[in-house]
């Protein structure tokens, strides 16, 4: 089972920190992404991590960052410079394998999903 939280309202030009627990799985090295549904919208690949390599969405590049800390079993996703376009809810998601990929159904484990609002 996968818990995102840290997700809440900030101005544009903010910062927030998301984070994804598992419990009775391990992280580990596995692959780990999050995704992104923004009102109306499709659901969007945002960035991954397989062992300590990322790989990000273009509009997101140079702003978020995710990393891992396999002690708290615990992906985190640092987002800074945030935009009102940045407004989803967001969502982490798991293979528990080490598959890379930036699409949805690759993935068989979902959090909930935790809403970020950037206002302008």
């Known amino acids: 089972q996968l818990q995102a939280f840290g997700g809440g309202l900030v101005q544009a030009g903010g910062s927030l920190r998301l984070s994804c627990a598992a419990s009775?799985?391990?992280?580990?090295?596995?692959?780990v992404a999050w995704f992104r549904q923004a009102p109306g919208k499709e659901r969007e690949f945002v960035a991954s991590?397989?062992?300590?390599?990322?790989y990000y969405e273009d509009s997101v590049k140079g702003r978020f960052t995710i990393s891992r800390d396999n002690a708290k079993n615990t992906v985190y996703l640092q987002m800074n410079n945030l935009k009102p376009e940045d407004t989803a809810v967001y969502y982490c998601?798991?293979?528990?394998?080490?598959?890379?990929?930036?699409?949805?159904?690759?993935?068989?484990?979902w959090g909930q999903g935790t809403l970020v609002t950037v206002s302008s």
């Open positions: 991590i397989v062992y300590s390599t990322q």
């Open positions: 009775g799985r391990t992280f580990g090295d596995y692959s």
């Open positions: 998601a798991a293979t528990f394998t080490y598959t890379i990929s930036r699409i949805g159904p690759a993935y068989n484990y």
